[in-house]
Nanobody
């Protein structure tokens, strides 16, 4: 089992910045990738950014150039630096850890979510 605890959300004005953190504990050796997802009211949860154990990174088109995902392996912590925030970035942000097994099977772990509100 993997436990994920997010922090860093809050209220910010448009154009501002926030940094989210996600501390992982438990069976972290089983994690192949970690990422951030978000869910806005009335919308489906969507991938924001993901980093694999090998260091490969992907971003949603809507956040490219504004958000940066990073990790500190010594602290078992994942970060999301969010700059130039827009009102449409308002959502609950969830930390995700994925363990990949054979035959394409995988298991996702989720944090409790941290809300981000961007005012115009």
């Amino acid at each position: 089992q993997v436990q994920l605890v997010e922090s860093g959300g809050g209220l910010v004005q448009a154009g501002g910045s926030l940094r989210l953190s996600c501390e992982a504990s438990g069976s972290i050796f089983s994690i192949n990738a970690m990422g951030w997802y978000r869910q806005a009211p009335g919308k489906q949860r969507e991938l924001v950014a993901r980093i694999t154990s090998g260091g490969s990174i992907i971003y949603a088109d809507s956040v490219k150039g504004r958000f940066t995902i990073s990790r500190d392996n010594a602290k078992n912590t994942l970060y999301l630096q969010m700059n130039s925030l827009k009102p449409e970035d308002t959502a609950v942000y969830y930390c995700n850890a994925r363990s990949v097994y054979s035959h394409g099977y995988y298991h996702d772990y989720w944090g409790q979510g941290t809300p981000v509100t961007v005012s115009s």
